[in-house]
């Protein structure tokens, strides 16, 4: 289930350019997902492409695998103006999109606060739940999810930089499998 591109759910479709869709392998039942496209993405219609995607793809490749070997996506679909963190009511409105993207994962990686806040319900510092495999419900089925932090928590931030390593790690044995 896409998105219309006309989509009204919420206020956010006032400001994109592009409604930013998955990136990836759909099948390959491991699924990464971020909080919100930014500007490049918005620009390009891509997920992390910019910065923090240039920083993703380098630890993806650096663990043995790359944005192919997987699907990339976002909780929400539109870009919050001035990159501010969607509101619970954006989220509700996409989270239709990203429930029928999640449906045949073997794994999720929360990337970030507001992935694992509207996955995991989680409103507590990250540092408590990084790497510590748990469970989603997506439309009533039990589902691997894995918190990790965003990758732009970890351009100034030595410890989460080896945690998001782990992740990736992580994410590398699981397509082994």
């Known amino acids: 289930?896409?998105?219309?591109?006309n989509c009204h759910l919420c206020g956010l479709?006032?400001?994109r350019t592009n409604i930013v869709l998955p990136d990836g392998d759909p099948s390959s039942g491991i699924i990464l997902v971020g909080e919100a496209?930014?500007?490049n993405e918005d620009l390009e219609g891509r997920p992390f492409v910019g910065r923090s995607g240039k920083i993703l793809d380098g630890m993806m490749s650096q663990a043995g695998f790359g944005r192919r070997d997987v699907l990339i996506t976002n909780t929400v679909k539109c870009r919050p103006?001035?990159?501010r963190d969607p509101t619970a009511e954006e989220m509700a409105a996409c989270r239709p999109f990203l429930d029928s993207e999640l449906e045949g994962a073997s794994l999720v990686?929360?990337?970030g606060k507001s992935a694992c806040r509207d996955l995991l319900g989680y409103e507590g510092p990250m540092a408590a739940i990084a790497n510590r495999m748990t469970e989603i419900s997506i439309n009533g089925r039990k589902i691997r999810f894995?918190?990790?932090y965003h990758p732009a928590a970890t351009i100034y931030n030595k410890a989460t930089r080896a945690e998001l390593v782990k992740t990736m790690e992580t994410v590398a044995?699981?397509?082994k499998k």
């Open 13 to 15: 479709c006032a400001g």
């Open 146 to 148: 894995l918190p990790t």
């Open 173 to 175: 044995r699981e397509l």
């Open 81 to 83: 103006p001035s990159n």
């Open 37 to 39: 496209p930014g500007e």
């Open 1 to 5: 289930m896409i998105p219309d591109p």
């Open 109 to 111: 990686v929360g990337l």
